[in-house]
């Protein structure tokens, strides 16, 4: 059974950094897409970035284009969002993925081969 767990949310104010990580575990098959989607309240969840983690292709919704970076650590199964010039607009809870299918088109919608989702971490930023 897949597990996923999320973590380095937490509240900073408009401009500041994030390091968000989550290791994953219990999935079957190694040519698999990781990546990250947010919701925040009242709104539809939205895709954040993707990376495959063999061929290493990233895409990112244009909404943090140039801020956010997603990164693999393959070693640990641990993939991770470094977050910087963050803003209001930002505030979410954050959920990362595994699946054998995975797209992030550039305005957030998404994707899945797959459904299931980790608990999340919140992230909050303040104006």
């Known amino acids: 059974q897949v597990q996923l767990v999320e973590s380095g949310g937490g509240s900073v104010q408009a401009g500041g950094s994030l390091n968000l990580s989550c290791v994953a575990s219990?999935?079957?098959?190694?040519?698999?897409?990781m990546g990250w989607f947010r919701q925040a309240p009242g709104k539809e969840r939205e895709g954040v970035a993707s990376?495959?983690?063999?061929?290493?292709?990233?895409n990112y919704a244009d909404s943090v284009k140039g801020r956010f970076t997603i990164s693999l650590d393959k070693a640990k199964n641990t993939v991770y969002l470094q977050m910087n010039s963050l803003k209001p607009e930002d505030s979410a809870m954050y959920y990362c993925?595994?699946?054998?299918?995975?797209?992030?088109?550039?305005?957030?919608?998404?994707?899945?081969?797959?459904?299931?989702w980790g608990q999340g971490t919140q992230v909050t930023v303040s104006s």
């Open positions: 993925a595994v699946d054998r299918g995975m797209a992030i088109h550039p305005g957030g919608t998404y994707y899945r081969s797959e459904d299931f």
């Open positions: 219990g999935y079957m098959y190694s040519n698999v897409y």
């Open positions: 990376i495959h983690v063999i061929g290493g292709s990233i």
